[in-house]
């Protein structure tokens, strides 16, 4: 069983708040609810968000299956996201996760042992003109090489 905290499910009341239909918040009530269930969202966390924002679950379900960033299993602690798409991809994204995952010895979307990271590949980030990058959390790192990255890395152990 997911239950929201008091703070999260008074942020989704908020968002409520914000539009006309309760269906436009359930991009945000999901990223919260992500957030909370360690970063990912499970059946529990569909049927706590549909209880609180007073809709189905099918109206939740087709948003969190469509959109890429939302987790359906766990992640790492640091959930790093390397983009895949055409600027990075000629710019060396493809090396770049490579090496990422042979550093970590982890396939893509897999947890280390250690349960620290998890590297995933993932669609145009909106930073093209800084390619490679990635996305680690909430922040972006640009005009990445495999090392930087990796360094990068090092430095959230
Ligand atoms: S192609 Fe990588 S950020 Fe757009």
Redesign the pocket.
Known sequence: MFQLSPEGKQKILAELKRYESKQSAVLPALYIGQRENKGYITPAVIEELSRVMEIPESQINEVFTFYSMYNKKSVGKHHVQV???????LNG?AELSQHLCNELNVQLDQVTADGRFTISEV??????G????MQVGDKYYENLTPESAMNLLRAMK
Request: contains cysteine; aromatic residues 0%; hydrophobic residues 35%.
């Open positions: 983009c895949r798409t055409l600027s990075c991809m994204a669609e145009c980030l909106g930073s093209c800084t390619a490679p990058m």
